[in-house]
Nanobody, 125 residues
Framework: QVQLVESGGGLVQAGGSLTLSCVGS????????VGWFRQTAGKEREFVAA????????YYPDSVKGRFTISKDNDKNTAYLQMNNLKPEDTAVYYC??????????????????WGQGTQVTVSS
């Protein structure tokens, strides 16, 4: 199993950028697909980005496509979420998640076995 710790959240003005990091420990990171999700109070967890374990294919919903970029550095056991042109509606707690040997249906949070504790992102208008 893998333990995940997110960092990099904070307060930023609309139009600004942030890079979130997700550090994995306890297992070899290259075996895992990584997803980023976000959640606000009273709402379900929303898919933000994912990268498959083998080919490194990336997936995004339309709401962030062209603004967010997911990447994974297996040597550093770290996944990243680069967020550009942030909007107030991007405000949420952001979570990274990992699923071993996963290549499909990465947008579904139910498929992930391991989750980080979350990091708050606040975008002011």
């Amino acid at each position: 199993q893998v333990q995940l710790v997110e960092s990099g959240g904070g307060l930023v003005q609309a139009g600004g950028s942030l890079t979130l990091s997700c550090v994995g420990s306890g297992d070899t990171f290259h075996k895992y697909a990584v997803g980023w999700f976000r959640q606000t109070a009273g709402k379900e967890r929303e898919f933000v980005a994912a990268i498959s374990w083998a080919a490194g294919r990336t997936y995004y919903p339309d709401s962030v496509k062209g603004r967010f970029t997911i990447s994974k550095d297996n040597d550093k056991n770290t996944a990243y979420l680069q967020m550009n042109n942030l909007k107030p509606e991007d405000t949420a707690v952001y979570y990274c998640a990992a699923d071993q040997y996963a290549d499909q249906e990465l947008e579904d949070p139910r498929g992930y076995d391991w989750w980080g504790q979350g990091t708050q992102v606040t975008v002011s208008s």
